[in-house]
């Protein structure tokens, strides 16, 4: 499905499309299946690790804003998370999302124990995803998802990340079949 923004965005993501691979963007596909998500689930409270010059933010963060929500996403390089901020702005959605810089297995480490999402979207560190699963999980409500980027171009990486969601009892999990590939699971409780 092709979602219609507003002119300034459709450029703005077309412009962004052109330095995918410099910056490491997840591809459109990916990305619009995660827009749809948000919406068709109706989540207000979306966390992203890994934001680079704001591509995927763009995505997630137009979603949420439909919502009504609002999107923490989490970025240690500076000269990466400033573009992001500005992209962020010129796409209408940087009232609604809060960029905390810093390292992510630190920043997540420390997040306040009641602040909780419906949605998260994990795209840094590949051999780092174990890490970030064991943290965002007591932060993820009942009933939301956990995506995680790159489970098959990077599986090797990412495969006790893998092993512990798929051994988890709290959660429901598959490998979805998109550029790169995307571990996707509900929390069941
Ligand atoms: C694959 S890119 C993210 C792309 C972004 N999600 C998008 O699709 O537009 C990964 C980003 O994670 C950041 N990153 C990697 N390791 C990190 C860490 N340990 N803490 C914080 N950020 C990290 C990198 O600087 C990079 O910008």
Redesign the pocket.
């Known amino acids: 499905m092709l979602e219609t923004f507003d002119p300034v965005t459709q450029e703005t993501l077309l412009e962004l499309e052109k330095t995918q691979k410099q ?4 591809y459109r596909p990916t ?1 619009e299946f995660l827009h749809n998500l948000i919406k068709t689930e109706g989540f207000v409270s979306g966390l ?10 763009i995505w997630l963060g137009k979603a949420l804003k439909a919502n009504g929500g609002k999107l923490t996403t ?4 500076e000269k ?1 998370y400033s573009v992001a901020k500005q992209n962020f702005e010129k796409c209408g959605v940087a009232d609604i999302i809060t960029i905390r810089p ?4 630190a ?1 997540l480490e420390y997040l306040p124990e009641d602040m909780m999402f419906d949605f998260a ?1 994990v ?3 590949k051999s ?1 995803s174990i890490d970030y699963f064991r943290l965002i999980h007591p932060h993820l409500k009942a009933g939301g998802i956990y995506t995680t ?1 790159n489970v098959l171009s990077h599986k090797e990486k990412v495969q006790p990340y893998i092993d512990a969601i798929n051994a988890h009892p709290d959660y429901r999990h598959t490998v979805l079949d998109l550029p790169a590939g995307l571990s996707f699971a509900r929390k069941l409780r």
Do not use: L, Q
């Not at 910056?23 to 997840?26: D, L, R, S, Y």
């Not at 992203?48 to 933010?57: A, D, K, P, Q, R």
């Open positions: 910056f490491w963007n997840v990305a992203e690790v890994g934001t680079s010059n704001g591509y995927s933010g989490i970025e240690f390089y990466r810093g390292s992510a297995k920043v979207f795209d840094a560190n780092e980027d």
